[in-house]
């Protein structure tokens, strides 16, 4: 309810937000404050689904990050290391080691450093 009138929302306040439930573990409120940001037509960016790829890193949420994945490459956003490290991280700490091995031979298809 930010966009009320008071603060105009861009891809700068969206990736804030996310952020900060990142920072309070909050990766459900993080992955509905990005989709809120494709709802407003504000166009997502690697730095936004970065900070919401370490949302749910920080959350144990695979599942979730795995589907951030796909948005990700369905959008043509790009990744990098950081994306990776995130994804790789959250499918560890969920115990989906497999799939952080996947993501690591995908990261290394697509050429990301």
Known sequence: EMVAGRVKMNAL???????????????IVALQVLADMAASR?????ITCNAAA???????AWPAALQLLS??????????????????????????????????ADMDLRSIP
């Open 13 to 27: 306040t969206f990736t804030a937000a996310i952020s900060a439930c990142a920072e309070n573990g909050e990766w």
């Open 71 to 104: 948005e990700m490459v369905a959008r043509g956003v790009e990744m990098n290391t950081i994306t990776c490290n995130a994804l790789v991280s959250a499918c560890e700490k969920g115990g989906a080691w497999t799939l952080a091995v996947e993501v690591l």
């Open 42 to 46: 504000v166009e997502t960016d690697t």
């Open 54 to 60: 370490s949302a749910c890193e920080k959350g144990r």
